[in-house]
């Protein structure tokens, strides 16, 4: 007997360099999860200058960090990082790096996941 498929998650999307903007959003990450459950899928989508998020120079790093341990995926854009010179290297460990950060959001609309660009 195989398990049922896990529920559609959410996909938050980041393209804003305001380190403030960096604060709320990983306040609503925080807080969605305390709601729905830290078992709900969610997925952080950086691109242009919210790339800023996923570097490992942000102020937010610590804050980044657990969230990958916890469970959130976090996904920076390779396009925007070859438009900023970027290598992985240049992120926080546990990031993953998806194609194109518009994409990944799509396919996951496509798959059924909530998206929220706080």
Not at 9 to 38: C, F, K, S, Y
């Amino acid at each position: 007997m195989t398990s049922p498929p896990a529920p559609p998650g959410v996909v938050i999307h980041l393209n804003d360099a305001d380190p403030d903007h960096h604060q709320a959003v990983l306040r609503n990450i925080n807080n969605l999860r305390a709601e729905l459950g830290e078992d709900t899928p969610t997925e952080l989508v950086a691109h242009g200058p919210g790339l800023d998020i996923c570097r490992t120079l942000t102020p937010h790093a610590a804050a980044v960090t657990a969230l990958i341990t916890e469970g959130v995926t976090v996904a920076a854009c390779a396009n925007t990082m070859r438009s900023q010179h970027l290598t992985a290297e240049d992120l926080i460990d546990g990031v993953h790096i998806v194609p194109a950060g518009v994409a990944e959001l799509i396919r996951k609309q496509r798959a059924g996941w909530s998206y929220l660009k706080p």
